[in-house]
């Protein structure tokens, strides 16, 4: 029951919106489709450097946001005003299922931000916002410039340094158009 339980309950991301959309009058994501496609990065990154646990850093960019299943997603103005715990939320996910230590070991480590996995990881994080204001920004949103070159700032490996730079002269739906 416990186990089936925590899946119900990683549902909810599903339906657990990012909040930082508010701010830009466009755009929806859930923090499931963040946490997909931060996957997704953290594995490129992974990939890239070569000398990264791939699997680790999976597990990191799985579990990073676990805890807004009960917490929701709190954009900045909200943790002015509200106490977070994400401490206890994650405590009491990993209290109700047998492989409870594992999510807590991998968040622990991911909140240290001392492994080379951790900061790649932080990147994907980081670099997953980036995407979506360049989306947001290629459909005419201008208020996605706004944060888009504080979010850069954050980045600390030259690899997804290099990533934003490419993110930020490419037009987000290269990817599909035709060939001239």
């Given at each position: 029951?416990?186990?089936?339980?925590?899946?119900?309950?990683?549902?909810?991301?599903?339906?657990t919106p990012r909040s930082g959309f508010h701010f830009l009058g466009t755009g929806e994501q859930s923090v499931a489709e963040h946490v997909n496609r931060t996957a997704f990065i953290g594995?490129?990154?992974?990939?890239?450097?070569?000398?990264?646990?791939?699997?680790?850093?999976?597990?990191?960019?799985?579990?990073?946001?676990?805890?807004?299943?009960?917490?929701?997603?709190?954009?900045?103005?909200?943790?002015?005003?509200?106490?977070?715990?994400?401490?206890?939320?994650?405590?009491?996910?990993?209290?109700?299922?047998?492989?409870?230590v594992d999510i807590l070991n991998t968040l622990g480590e991911y909140e240290k931000r001392e492994s080379k996995e951790s900061i790649l990881v932080k990147d994907s994080d980081i670099l997953e916002w980036i995407i979506s204001l360049k989306e947001e920004i290629d459909i005419g949103n201008t208020r996605a410039f706004d944060r888009i070159d504080y979010a850069i700032s954050l980045l600390k490996t030259p690899i997804a340094r290099k990533i934003a730079g490419t993110i930020m002269t490419t037009e987000s739906s290269d990817w599909w158009s035709p060939e001239d």
């Open positions: 029951k416990s186990i089936a339980n925590f899946l119900f309950e990683v549902g909810m991301l599903a339906k594995y490129t990154l992974a990939q890239m450097d070569g000398t990264v646990d791939t699997l680790k850093v999976l597990k990191m960019c799985l579990f990073h946001d676990l805890s807004e299943t009960r917490i929701s997603d709190l954009n900045h103005i909200h943790q002015k005003y509200v106490e977070r715990k994400e401490h206890s939320a994650v405590q009491d996910i990993s209290d109700s299922v047998p492989f409870g």
